[in-house]
């Protein structure tokens, strides 16, 4: 059965990047859809802007996921897929396992967002317009301001979901989000990578548990913040997990750091292994679908690299295509970094 994490639909393909949507997103977007049209203080028309607010939405989260991907290309990495869903999007990137290149690719997915905030801004300012800097702004009342044009309205919507995604993605400082991330690469050099791994999953456990008494206090939004919460628990704990199995090097969960006297006669027998939960079971086997995988991918990339290193004898470095020549670099930064 396929992993649940991946049930989603191809939107298309952009700058050699495959959109996906989850299938959680149209579901959660109808959710979201039904409940301004059909809440008590609803107004006419309300469930309209709930879809404009949905496409709003959709769009900058994907721009907001383009900025991870081309900031990987910029540090010689690559980026084949983005998957949209209810919580975001994530990007799925191919980085040198370097602080600064992962620091490169996480920022610039919020820095996206803040420059279309600026560019909105600008453009609101302009007409002597408000600037919606209030997370709690109300999209729905502020809608009937008769004094703006319609696409002024839309500008003004535009700007503050930006602003709420770039306040989201920097204010809670934990991990998985952008926040949490660029924390772990800031420590990387000073702690390690694991120990700045272990620090940003402890920050994402502790806003977990402030975005659950946030979900206790505020009836409104309070789905909301249960849902954040409990994803980013989740996300932390399976992060954590990971850790505590040695990371994608240690597969199957055995711990081999001291050897193999554990397995020596005059060595008294270890003791039984607790069995294992369903979540470590299914985090098994994603970390051996994807060694599986990544093995596949760098023989495929050897041997185009091969190919491309003939045509270079052959025809000269000038015969090269520009994805041709990002390919050899790439490939060739992830070769010295595994030396």
Same mark, same amino acid.
């Given at each position: ?5 991946? +049930?989603?639909?191809p939107?298309?393909? #952009? ?11 149209p579901?959660f ?5 039904l409940?301004?049209g ?13 879809? %404009? ?5 959709l ?17 010689? *990495? ?19 396992n370097?602080? !600064?290149?992962?620091f ?5 997915? /919020?820095?996206?967002? #803040? ?5 909105? %801004? ?5 007409f002597?317009l408000?600037? /919606? ?6 999209? $729905? ?18 700007? +503050?979901?930006? +602003?709420?995604?770039? #306040? ?6 934990g991990?998985?989000?952008?926040? *949490? ?6 420590? +990387? ?12 999953? $402890?920050f ?13 206090v ?11 919460? #409990?994803?980013? $628990?989740?996300t ?14 240690s ?28 979540l470590q ?34 025809? *000269? ?18 070769? !010295?970094?595994?030396?």
């Amino acid at each position: 059965m396929r992993d649940p994490l991946t +049930w989603s639909f191809p939107l298309g393909r #952009l700058f050699g990047i495959i959109v996906r949507v989850h299938m959680l997103f149209p579901i959660f977007a109808l959710g979201m859809i039904l409940r301004a049209g059909f809440h008590e203080k609803a107004a006419a028309g309300d469930w309209v802007i709930a879809c %404009g607010l949905m496409g709003l939405m959709l769009v900058s989260v994907l721009l907001h996921e383009f900025g991870h991907c081309f900031g990987a290309r910029l540090v010689d *990495g690559d980026a084949n897929e983005v998957l949209l869903w209810p919580l975001g999007g994530l990007a799925h990137v191919d980085v040198p396992n370097t602080p !600064r290149a992962n620091f490169i690719t996480t920022a610039a997915g /919020p820095l996206v967002n #803040l420059l279309l905030c600026a560019a909105a %801004g600008i453009a609101l300012r302009s007409f002597a317009l408000r600037i /919606p800097f209030n997370p709690l702004w109300d999209p $729905y009342a502020a809608f009937n301001d008769p004094d703006m044009l319609p696409w002024q309205k839309w500008l003004e919507r535009f700007f +503050w979901i930006n +602003w709420i995604l770039f #306040l989201f993605n920097m204010c809670i400082v934990g991990f998985p989000l952008d926040a *949490g991330r660029l924390l772990q690469c800031i420590l +990387w050099p000073r702690l390690g990578y694991r120990q700045a791994t272990v620090v940003a999953i $402890y920050f994402g456990f502790i806003f977990s548990l402030l975005l659950a008494i946030c979900a206790l206090v505020d009836t409104n939004n309070g789905i909301l913040f249960l849902m954040l919460a #409990l994803f980013i $628990y989740v996300t932390c704990r399976q992060q954590f997990i990971v850790l505590e199995h040695g990371g994608e090097d240690s597969v199957f969960g055995y711990d081999f750091s001291q050897g193999y006297t554990s397995l020596e006669r005059d060595q008294p027998p270890p003791r039984q292994r607790r069995r294992q939960s369903f979540l470590q079971r299914w985090l098994q086997r994603r970390r051996a679908v994807k060694m599986q995988r990544d093995l596949e991918q760098r023989e495929a990339d050897e041997r185009r690299m091969d190919e491309l290193l003939e045509k270079v004898q052959r025809e *000269g470095l000038q015969a090269l295509s520009d994805e041709e020549r990002r390919f050899l670099t790439r490939v060739s930064a992830k070769f !010295r970094n595994r030396q």
